[in-house]
């Protein structure tokens, strides 16, 4: 084994996080925002420390991850958001669009920000992954921005 093995903790201690979520398809996202509430609870976030934004949809979410980044108040990001299948290709767009903006973002600012929009075929699909056979994936974004929020890189 060479070098040094960097890795993160699970431990949001003072960390400030925001949480933007999508309301369209709300009765999904709002079982995303839960499932990222309890992980972050769970995990030595303070309430008070928690700030959540609500978007009308999945394509907004990049714009104001920006704002949110910019403003230099919080440690990290989640965004959550459904984006389900309906009966064009539209979801598509969205879905391609949304992902690459968060990316953008990400990178530009170098702000830590966790990918919590599923993109499920069907309904049931979505329910699956907001907390049922799939477990819930805004538990799994929280989970994914405290190790990635505490990975530190140097001396």
């Given amino acids: 084994m060479a070098g040094k093995i960097f890795g ?74 459904a984006i389900i299948k309906g009966d064009t290709s539209h979801n598509e767009y969205i879905a391609q669009e949304t992902t690459k903006g968060i990316a953008q973002v990400m990178l530009e600012t170098m702000t830590p920000i966790a990918y919590g929009i599923i993109t499920p075929e069907n309904i049931e699909q979505a329910i699956e992954r907001a907390g049922t056979k799939q477990g819930n994936k805004g538990a799994q974004a929280a989970l994914t921005l405290l190790e990635l929020i505490n990975i530190k890189i140097g001396k």
């Fill in 8 to 81: 993160g903790k699970f431990s949001g201690k003072g960390k400030k996080i925001c949480i933007v979520v999508s309301r369209f398809n709300d009765f999904i996202t709002k079982h995303l925002l839960d499932g990222a509430l309890d992980i972050l609870i769970r995990h030595d976030v303070e309430e008070e420390y928690i700030d959540i934004i609500w978007v009308p949809g999945s394509f907004e979410i990049p714009y104001i991850c920006k704002s949110v980044a910019l403003s230099k108040k919080y440690d990290g990001i989640i965004a959550l958001g």
